[in-house]
């Protein structure tokens, strides 16, 4: 059964930095475009980035753009975002999901259960 | 405010039906397809409709979707209350390059 992991969410000040991974079990990740999507407390879902299979394709909303970076290892089935120069306004559960299709127009298929970032003083 | 628009609720009986509305524009649904998405309360989102109206492997055929140029629905029929849910539409977006997401439509079984 296809399962998504994330981990390394916690509590962090405004301005410093967290890297979140998602380890993936029961099918290979290189056949999938990856995606973050996360959702602050009482609120809706924002999408955050996307990967393609081989990273060659890359893409990151506005409100992320130049402060957080994915990535991903196929060798080891995680992928992972690097969040710097973290605001408040990044609190949120982040989701890590597996797509089907294309990047940019497919699907997010399958979901984690996510993990919570903390972002205050 | 979402980039795609559905209604912050709707409510039905049981065992009737309900429709949950998506509206875009040319840039989001009317180029490309929409994905609905449950979440139960206290969960992680799950997918229930894909490329405007197919079920993935799992999902029962109560649910279904249609798209009809800028605007797309979620039909639910035969309404049980393990249905109470928040509701999801998406669509990748060309002009924002990036997907979209409605706000999310709060269904409450009566």
């Known amino acids: 059964e296809a399962q998504l992991v994330e981990s390394g969410g916690g509590l962090v000040q405004p301005g410093r930095s967290l890297r979140v991974s998602c380890a993936a079990s029961?099918?290979?990740?290189?056949?999938?475009?990856m995606h973050w999507v996360r959702q602050a407390p009482g609120k809706g879902l924002e999408w955050v980035s996307s990967?393609?299979?081989?990273?060659?394709?890359?893409a990151y909303a506005d409100s992320v753009k130049g402060r957080f970076t994915i990535s991903r290892d196929n060798a080891n089935n995680s992928l992972y975002l690097q969040m710097d120069s973290l605001r408040v306004e990044d609190t949120a559960v982040y989701y890590c999901?597996?797509?089907?299709?294309?990047?940019?127009?497919?699907?997010?298929?399958?979901w984690g259960q996510g993990t919570l970032v903390t972002v205050s003083s | 405010q979402s980039v795609l628009t559905q209604p912050p609720s709707v409510s039905e009986a049981p065992r009737q039906r309900v429709t949950i509305s998506c509206s875009g524009s040319?840039?989001?649904?009317?180029?490309?397809?929409v994905n609905w998405y449950q979440q139960l309360p206290g969960k992680a989102p799950k997918l229930l409709i894909y490329?405007?109206?197919l079920l993935p492997s799992g999902v029962s055929d109560r649910f279904s979707g249609s798209k009809s140029g800028t605007s797309a629905s979620l039909a639910i029929s035969g309404l049980q209350s393990e249905d109470e849910a928040d509701y999801y539409c998406?669509?990748?977006?060309?002009?924002?390059?990036?997907?979209?997401f409605g706000g999310g439509t709060k269904l409450t079984v009566l």
């Open positions: 990967i393609s299979w081989n990273s060659g394709d890359i």
């Open positions: 029961g099918f290979t990740l290189d056949d999938y475009a």
């Open positions: 490329y405007n109206n």
């Open positions: 999901v597996r797509g089907v299709g294309d990047l940019r127009g497919g699907a997010l298929y399958s």
């Open positions: 040319s840039s989001n649904l009317g180029n490309n397809a």
């Open positions: 998406a669509a990748w977006d060309d002009s924002l390059n990036g997907w979209v």
